[in-house]
């Protein structure tokens, strides 16, 4: 069974840091992807930054130049520095392993933890 573990949110004022952190039971390079999605109350779950197994990444528009997501493949866990946070990045920001077998993808989350920017 798969499971992530989330840590590393919190409170901070804008303009500040924080460091997000999932650790994935088995392999990291077994999935397709790993990542982050956040969702905002009222809002649709939205993606964060992703990157590949071959370490290919991808970040949202609202997000590019601030966020930085990486892999420690040594701890199976991926994570998300997020620099120069502004209000509206508050979300519940959850951790994602997209598996891909036999042509049908299989989407994995963690519990979610809470980001909150105060203006």
């Known amino acids: 069974q798969v499971q992530l573990v989330e840590s590393g949110g919190g409170l901070v004022q804008a303009g500040g840091s924080l460091r997000l952190s999932c650790v994935v039971s088995g392999s990291i390079f077994s999935f397709r992807a790993v990542g982050w999605y956040r969702q905002a109350p009222g809002k649709q779950r939205e993606l964060v930054a992703s990157?590949?197994?071959?370490?290919?990444?991808n970040y949202g528009d609202s997000v590019k130049g601030r966020f930085t997501i990486s892999r420690d493949n040594a701890k199976n866990a991926v994570i998300l520095q997020m620099n120069n946070l502004k209000p509206e990045d508050t979300a519940v920001y959850y951790c994602?392993?997209?598996?891909?077998?036999?042509?049908?993808?299989?989407?994995?989350w963690g519990q979610g933890t809470q980001v909150t920017v105060s203006s």
């Open positions: 990157v590949t197994s071959g370490g290919n990444t």
């Open positions: 994602n392993a997209e598996e891909l077998r036999y042509g049908s993808r299989n989407d994995y």
